[in-house]
């Protein structure tokens, strides 16, 4: 997004309206973004100095497992002419789900379950680097464990992953959230979910993506009909098993769907009656699978307008069936749903972020370590996060410090994205002025644009503001972060 500083409202304005005109939905989840990040000089400096200040207070702990099971090219792509499969598989790239950016590998070998207890190992130790930072004064708000899939550690391997949580921060308190992403497949019975529940997860989130075997076999996951049978048993487990909020993820404008072959997805997922469903638009990025395919025109994607259409059939559908829009992904229909994590973030608790994928957004500053998409690369930052725990060094290679204006940033595009809005109060008493005087021209963009409401203390997205909340929240990002962005090269 470039904006023109010297004429910004005109800018804004002018970017938001094109936004809406062409029905784009981004997701914006945090701020600022990895891409956005610098190298860092000392690690151990720039952790310490990011937490400082916080001696009490509560914490959320994400902890990331980079690794997933092999997928497949699609053989649609395979039966094309004029292509051979060996530049198919470069086209494609490391053998992970067509639209997936996210750091992480596929694991291969008849080893697997020893290279990830080895990796659950190292996470268990990385988490005690922190007895120095962290202690009785702090307690854990949320646990989320993310990936990759993480279901492909075995119960045994989060045992001692929460053995050194309790080491930091003493007992895990019994009524937080602990929530694991899983992939169907990677759960093979009901006594393997009751083992995960029994150890303390209560939230378990299926990235099922959809239900029609053709959208399963472009993504690259297996072209059978009973993968679409364990997708539906393992949700009938984790309810068995006593999850206290089931959620599943739907994509829109995957490669071969259809207007009625999404709805029968959203369908079946609300037949299964989950506590929260998640709805993700495709983003076709050049460094994934699917974004490459369409460079080299062997995958036509769908439009902005096609997507918008799913969307607007789907928030009737899922009303309808008392499911309540939360965010502009997700919809809840008991109060155990949601997403505490995010809500966590949302309103402004710092998070400690474990593993080679984990971001930390600190009080001060945001770090990690080095970012990727491709195999080789991914593989070489594994590898050097894994020899820093071992020299009990920071995994910290980049990061980004958050100054006054940074911050108040920060809370306006975090908590504007969250259901209850910008409490303009709290803001004010923390920043000395009001959240429209320090940002007049970016208010005064998504005001006249209908998207915003102002009452009691708060300034909350309404129902459009929703569906654009990704698309306005962008033009609060400063112009720091935007150069970074557009320098950004991904590897």
């Known amino acids: 997004m470039k904006i023109d500083y010297n004429n910004r409202f005109k800018t804004l304005d002018s970017l938001l309206k094109n936004a809406i005109n062409e029905q784009k939905r981004e997701y914006t989840y945090t701020y600022p973004p990895k891409r956005a990040y610098n190298e860092i000089n000392d690690p151990d ?16 702990l994400y902890a990331h497992i ?4 092999p997928r497949q090219i699609p053989q649609p792509l395979l039966q094309k002419p004029n292509i051979k499969s060996d530049e198919l598989q470069e086209i494609w790239g490391k053998e992970s789900c067509g639209f997936c950016n996210l750091f992480g590998i596929p694991v291969y070998g008849n080893d697997w379950k020893e290279q990830i207890s080895d990796y659950m190992n190292t996470l268990s130790d990385e988490i005690l680097l922190y007895e120095e930072i962290f202690g009785q004064n702090h307690e854990i708000a949320s646990i989320y464990f993310g990936g990759g899939t993480p279901s492909l550690g075995s119960p045994e391997d989060f045992t ?10 003493g007992e895990i ?8 992403e899983a992939s169907p497949e990677t759960i093979k019975s009901f006594d393997e979910m009751k083992d995960y529940r029994d150890i303390g997860f209560n939230r378990i989130s299926f990235g099922i993506q959809s239900f029609n075997l053709d959208e399963i076999t472009m993504i690259g996951r297996p072209a059978q009909r009973s993968y679409l049978k ?21 994509i829109m404008g995957l490669p071969l769907q259809t207007k009625e072959n999404f709805n029968s997805s959203l369908a079946q997922a609300i037949d299964l009656d989950p506590d929260t469903i998640t709805l993700y638009s495709i983003a076709m990025r050049g460094e994934t699978g699917f974004g ?17 259409e799913l969307y607007d059939s789907a928030r009737t559908l899922l009303e309808d069936e008392g499911y309540k829009q939360k965010t502009s992904t997700q919809w809840i229909k008991q109060e155990t749903g949601g997403y505490k994590q995010q809500e966590n973030m949302y309103n402004m608790i710092p998070e400690l972020g474990v593993g080679a994928g984990a971001r930390t957004a600190a009080l001060n500053a945001h770090y990690s370590i080095d970012y990727a998409v491709s195999y080789e690369e991914s593989k070489k930052i594994i590898d050097q996060w894994n020899q820093k725990i071992k020299n009990r060094d920071f995994p910290a290679t980049h990061g980004f410090i958050l100054d006054k204006d940074e911050k108040k940033r920060k809370r306006i595009i975090l908590q504007l994205l969250s259901p209850n809005g910008l409490n303009s109060e709290n803001y004010q008493k923390e920043f000395e002025n009001h959240p429209n005087d320090d940002f007049p021209e970016e208010f005064a963009a998504i005001g ?14 309404n129902e459009k503001g929703i569906q654009y909340s990704s698309v306005a929240t962008r033009l609060f ?15």
């Open 292 to 308: 490459r395919c369409v460079s080299h025109n062997l995958i036509q994607p769908h439009s902005p307008q096609f997507i918008a």
């Open 230 to 250: 364990t997708s539906k048993d393992v949700v009938t487990w984790a309810k068995q098993a006593g999850f206290k909020n089931i959620n599943i993820d739907l």
């Open 160 to 169: 001692k992953v929460f053995e050194s949580i309790r080491d930091i921060f």
């Open 173 to 180: 308190p019994e009524d937080i959230e602990i929530s694991l």
């Open 45 to 60: 400096e720039f952790v310490r100095q990011a937490w400082e200040g916080y001696e009490e207070g509560a914490v959320a």
């Open 477 to 491: 990002w400063s112009e720091r972060v935007e150069q970074a962005v557009s320098e950004y090269k991904t590897k």
């Open 66 to 69: 980079p690794y997933c099971p």
């Open 448 to 461: 006249i644009n209908e998207l915003i409401e102002e009452g009691e203390g708060f300034i909350y997205f």
